[in-house]
Structures are given as structure tokens and as C-alpha cells.
């Protein structure tokens, strides 16, 4: 079956340790996305990428990190630069260039900062 | 500035009756699209609906049709004969870029509960 995995369900860390949250998709979608929920805050953009080995900045990139050496592979990585890492993440993927398509979630982390 | 406003941060609605989730965008751009999720206690994101603004006809899916008032801005989600299993959060998303380049922006949600 066609999707996006995102691992692990469930992650803690302790503080000023990095942490890499992964994201797979098999839709062979392009572009894939980071987005962070906070209790009453909707969905932030962390960063996206359009392409491999290319992504960008969302609003709230302070803190994180990502790479795209794979059209599959989008993992982001919650440095200890990041002042309040609790949160729940979700990663997402959508065909480029189309701009009728919804994009498609994994089924995010939980990631508890101890 | 804030692209989309979900006013209404918690709603309720007796099973079987119908909703009304509302949901203001600001962009000044021509084209762009607007979509609803839905996003029960598991946190997994479920599409329901797309509106595009060339779309001369008001979205619907099965029980979820859109309100859409271009003049006002706004895309309302329309929920018909409400279920218990309908108790979940509800956002509201936009892309403005007709080149489909752009990440979806979202609003802050509605929390809908359904009472049976």
C-alpha cells in the first residue's frame, strides 16, 4: 500500500541531545513536508522540500535540521538548539506543481523532551 | 500576517444534525486553493474536501460540502447528518500559488463534538 511512515510513534529525549524523527513515502510524490502541532496552534511549517536535494525554510526552522538525499526520505532533526522540542510532528508529501492536491500526512510523532 | 482564521475553536452538535465549521482566508493572489482535514484523537490527517477559487461550483463530498463566498473570503465546511464518529478537530488550508509550489498554510482548527 501506498503512504507516508513516519517513525517513531513515540520519542523522548532528553534535553541537549539532537533527535532525528523519520519520514518515508512511497507515493512517489516530490515534495515533501515537516509540520510541528502545539495544543491550540494548528499546523506550523518547519521546512519542505520540492526536490532532492533541495528544501527550504518554513516559519518556525529555528532549532531544526533536514536532508533530502532521497525522493522517498525526508528525516528532520530536532537539535538541542531548539528551545521547546515537545510537540507532535508530522511529516507530508504531495505531487508538485499541482496546486488541486492535497497533501497526504504520516502518522506522526510524539516527541517528549524529559 | 495570519492567511487563515478558524474563529470558532470549539463546536458542538447534536447526531444527526448539521454543521457548520467556519473558516476565513486573506491572500491576494487570484489563484489558489482551499482544503478541509479532519483529524480525529489518533493525530493521523484526513482529507476531506478541496475548493479551488476558479471553481464555479461549491465543493461536496458525500456528507461535507464547502460554502464558498469568494467576495467574503471565506469556505465554510458544511457537515450534513452528523455522526458520533464526525468528533474530531477540523482545519482549514490554503495553498496560493496556482503553480502548486507552495506548502499548504493552516489554520488553528475547530474542535467539533458530537453528541448522541
Known amino acids: 500500500d501506498g503512504g507516508i511512515t513516519q517513525s517513531p510513534k513515540y520519542l523522548f529525549r532528553k534535553e541537549g541531545q539532537n533527535v532525528t524523527l523519520s519520514c518515508e513515502q512511497n507515493l512517489n510524490h516530490d515534495a515533501m513536508y515537516w509540520y510541528r502541532q502545539d495544543p491550540g496552534q494548528g499546523l506550523r511549517l518547519i521546512y519542505y522540500?520540492?526536490?532532492?536535494?533541495?528544501?527550504q525554510k518554513g516559519d518556525i526552522a529555528e532549532g531544526y535540521s533536514v536532508s533530502r538525499e532521497k525522493k522517498e526520505s525526508f528525516p528532520l532533526t530536532v537539535t538541542s538548539a531548539q528551545k521547546n522540542p515537545t510537540a507532535f510532528y508530522l511529516c507530508?508529501?504531495?505531487?508538485?506543481?499541482?496546486?488541486?492536491?492535497?497533501?497526504?500526512f504520516g502518522q506522526g510523532t510524539r516527541l517528549t523532551v524529559v | 500576517a495570519q492567511k487563515i482564521t478558524q474563529t470558532q475553536p470549539g463546536m458542538f452538535v447534536q447526531e444527526k444534525e448539521a454543521v457548520t465549521l467556519d473558516c476565513t482566508y486573506d491572500?491576494?493572489?487570484?489563484?489558489?486553493?482551499l482544503f478541509w482535514y479532519k483529524q480525529p484523537s489518533s493525530g493521523e490527517m484526513i482529507f476531506l474536501i478541496y475548493?479551488?477559487?476558479?471553481?464555479?461550483q461549491n465543493a461536496t463530498e458525500g456528507r461535507y460540502s464547502l460554502n464558498f463566498q469568494k467576495a467574503r473570503k471565506s469556505a465554510n465546511l458544511v457537515i450534513s447528518a452528523s455522526q458520533l464518529g464526525d468528533s474530531a478537530m477540523y482545519f482549514c488550508a490554503m495553498r496560493d500559488d496556482f503553480s502548486g509550489n507552495t506548502p499548504l498554510v493552516f489554520g488553528k482548527g475547530t474542535r467539533l463534538s458530537v453528541i448522541a
Open positions: 522540500s520540492q526536490i532532492v536535494n533541495d528544501f
Open positions: 491572500t491576494s493572489d487570484p489563484s489558489y486553493g
Open positions: 507530508a508529501s504531495s505531487i508538485s506543481g499541482k496546486t488541486n492536491t492535497e497533501a497526504f
Open positions: 475548493q479551488g477559487s476558479y471553481d464555479q
